[in-house]
C-alpha cells in the first residue's frame, strides 16, 4: 500500500497526537490511532490499520518508558510479569483477528470502546499515596498478575490497543497499584 505527500503529513500529525496523549495517559494510544489511521489517514483494511497502530503506540510506549523509568516510578518485576503474559495473550489475540473479516472487527473494536466508556463512567477509587507495591510481588499477585496479563493480552492483541483502556486497569485490578505506578508499568 502506498500512501501519498497528504497521507503521510496526516499519518505524521496523528503518530505526534498519539504519542503526546500516550507520554501525558500512559496509555490510550491505540484507541485513538486505529481510527485516525482509517478515517483520517485513508488506511483501507482494519487489519493493517490494527497492525500499524501497534507497532506505533510501542515505538512510542518504549520512549515515554524511558522518562517513567528515570523518575523511578516504574516497578519492573510487576510489569515484566504483567508483559510476559500479555505477550503470549496478544499473540493468541492477533491470531485469532487475523481469521476475522475487516468490518467485523471493525464492529468488535466499537463494542469495546463502547464498553470501555461505560466502564470510565465508574467512580474511582480513592487512592493511598502510602500503599506502594513492592517491586516482589506476593505469590498471589504474581498469579493475577498472569492471570490479567493473559486477558489483556488477548484482547490487546485482538483489537491492537492496550494501554490505558486495558493495561492499566488491569494492572491496578491485580496489584492493587495506584494509577501513576500502573501508568508508568503500563508503558513496558
Request: glycine share 16%; aromatic share 6%; hydrophobic share 60%.
Amino acid at each position: 500500500m502506498s500512501l501519498t505527500w497528504l497521507q503521510l503529513g496526516l499519518a505524521s500529525v496523528s503518530g505526534a497526537l498519539v504519542a503526546l496523549l500516550l507520554s501525558v495517559f500512559g496509555g490510550g494510544g491505540s484507541v485513538l490511532a486505529v481510527p485516525l489511521l482509517l478515517y483520517l489517514v485513508g488506511v483501507r483494511d482494519p487489519h493493517a490499520a490494527v497492525g500499524a497502530s501497534a507497532a506505533g503506540v510501542a515505538l512510542n510506549a518504549l520512549t515515554a518508558l524511558a522518562g517513567h523509568a528515570r523518575a523511578g516510578r516504574v516497578r519492573w518485576r510487576p510489569a515484566l510479569t504483567f508483559a510476559a503474559f500479555g505477550v503470549t495473550g496478544a499473540w493468541a489475540g492477533a491470531a485469532l483477528a487475523q481469521r476475522i473479516d475487516g468490518r467485523a472487527l471493525l464492529l468488535a473494536f466499537a463494542g469495546a470502546m463502547v464498553t470501555v466508556g461505560l466502564a470510565m463512567l465508574r467512580p474511582a477509587r480513592a487512592e493511598d499515596p502510602s500503599a506502594a507495591l513492592p517491586n516482589r510481588p506476593s505469590r498471589l499477585v504474581q498469579l493475577r498478575l498472569a492471570g490479567a496479563g493473559l486477558g489483556v493480552g488477548a484482547a490487546s492483541g485482538f483489537f491492537g490497543i492496550g494501554g490505558g483502556f486495558l493495561i492499566v486497569p488491569g494492572l491496578m485490578a491485580a496489584t492493587g497499584m495506584g494509577l501513576a505506578m500502573a501508568q508508568a508499568a503500563s508503558l513496558v
